[in-house]
């Protein structure tokens, strides 16, 4: 089993969302964590707008980098440019991956909620790429 830490500054939406869609698409093949360099609490639209497709992310904690420095993962992906400036050093072995997603409900003209919706959507097909590219065998990422 793989093991995955997804990065974002406040561990608050992006990856938490990444998180959720990881889990799912990854299923048992992989153990996906998710932390920030300043941990702000989950935040309750992410947990609305995953809930609406399907993936129940209220059981999350919102927690600091800090706390896995000693884990070793197989993958760190950064989704926030703030996070992959501060992100700690990890062993070699952990292959960093840097993938940037606007931060919901900070985007000008766009309301939250439809915000959180436009960038879970752009995360999720984020994550099915991922998982298909690094687990061949598993075909079914569109559940």
């Not at 300043?38 to 809930?51: E, F, I, T």
Request: net charge negative.
């Amino acid at each position: 089993m793989k093991r995955i830490l997804v990065l974002c500054t406040g561990n608050s939406a992006r990856s938490q969302l990444a998180q959720g869609y990881l889990q799912r698409f990854a299923g048992n093949g992989a153990e996906v964590l998710s932390a920030g360099v300043d941990p702000k609490g989950v935040n309750p639209l992410a947990v609305q707008v995953m809930a609406e497709d399907g993936i129940d992310i209220s059981h999350h904690t919102s927690n600091h980098v800090d706390e896995y420095t000693a884990l070793p993962f197989d993958y760190v992906i950064t989704v926030c440019d703030n996070a992959r400036e501060q992100c700690p050093i990890f062993p070699a072995s952990a292959e960093q991956i840097h993938q940037s997603f606007p931060d919901p409900g900070h985007q000008p003209g766009i309301d939250a909620l439809t915000s959180f919706r436009q960038v879970r959507d752009q995360i999720k097909v984020f994550a099915q790429q991922f998982v298909a590219s690094h687990w061949p065998d598993r075909n079914d990422t569109n559940r």
